[in-house]
């Protein structure tokens, strides 16, 4: 494959946003198997292009190149090719190889709900690095017009979304609808997806834990696992006290990055939520725009 292939591929994944990593011999001393330049790039289904001097080598780059997918860590990788330093590889060609490996996909963020503060989640998510589309079953809602920043924008029912949208290691999804009705169709059909083996890196759903219950108890008997359930973050975002659109979407992809780089997310933010007293009834909160 020539690196005019390589790069043609390499377009085209991270045009359909699919989860891949591509490693490049960077440097090279002595005698080695590969020069520098040499690429090779792998998919997270385990398919991968190119090459970078094959053997034992090339294996331990591949699976190293799986992990840069799984947790987007670029790494730099250093082999001395001696049977003193690496006695199974096979090689004792007396070169050193330095090899940087690194993720070339960008995460994809699919917004269901076409609102306020779904406009304010897109702006920002995009900012962040977040390949977004936009569903809402409403036409004038879901446009290119009201979301520039979004890579696509549909107008479809939102089980006829969900079904069809590829949920892969770097698919992240929020739940935003226009009323808790719609949140919980969507949550639903999540939970069917996850029940065929389709699991998200993150799913979020804007709301209190009032909203939370009553949804859940809905969804559970519509046949959604709890397995699911408990992957859902709602209230979902860190807790900064924001009030407006713009700041829930800030707070909402804090966590969005958080997951991505750290793998954690948010929730134990939320324990320090001071609660308010109102009419006098001690322990009754003002809720926020997040928990609405």
Not at 1 to 11: G, P, W
Not at 101 to 130: D, N, Q
Not at 263 to 274: F, T, V
């Amino acid at each position: 494959m020539t690196d005019h292939d390589l790069f043609e591929a390499i377009v085209e994944l991270r045009r359909e946003g699919i989860p891949a990593a591509l490693a490049t011999i960077v440097g090279t001393r002595g005698s080695t198997p590969g020069r520098t330049s040499m690429r090779l790039l792998v998919q997270a289904d385990g398919t991968f292009r190119g090459t970078v001097g094959g053997g034992c080598l090339e294996a331990e780059v591949y699976d190293a190149a799986l992990a840069v997918i799984a947790d987007e860590q670029p790494r730099s990788l250093q082999f001395r090719l001696t049977e003193q330093d690496s006695p199974d590889s096979g090689l004792m060609c007396g070169g050193e190889v330095t090899i940087f490996v690194e993720p070339i996909t960008t995460p994809s963020l699919w917004i269901f709900g076409g609102g306020h503060v779904s406009k304010a989640l897109c702006e920002v998510a995009t900012l962040a690095g977040f390949r977004t589309t936009i569903v809402d079953d409403r036409s004038d809602y879901a446009t290119a017009e009201r979301f520039p920043a979004a890579h696509a924008t549909s107008s479809e029912p939102y089980p006829d979304a969900v079904a069809r949208f590829p949920i892969r290691s770097n698919s992240y999804a929020i739940v935003v609808t226009r009323g808790h009705r719609d949140d919980g169709i969507v949550l639903q059909a999540l939970g069917r997806r996850h029940a065929a083996g389709d699991e998200l890196r993150f799913c979020g759903m804007i709301g209190s834990k009032t909203k939370q219950a009553l949804l859940f108890k809905e969804a559970r008997a519509a046949g959604v696992s709890d397995d699911f359930l408990a992957t859902v973050r709602t209230p979902m975002g860190a807790y900064l006290g924001g009030k407006t659109h713009e700041e829930i979407a800030v707070s909402v992809v804090a966590e969005l990055i958080s997951v991505r780089r750290t793998g954690e997310d948010l929730a134990s933010s939320w324990d320090r939520k001071p609660r308010k007293v109102r009419g006098g009834q001690e322990g009754v909160r003002e809720l926020p725009a997040a928990e609405a």
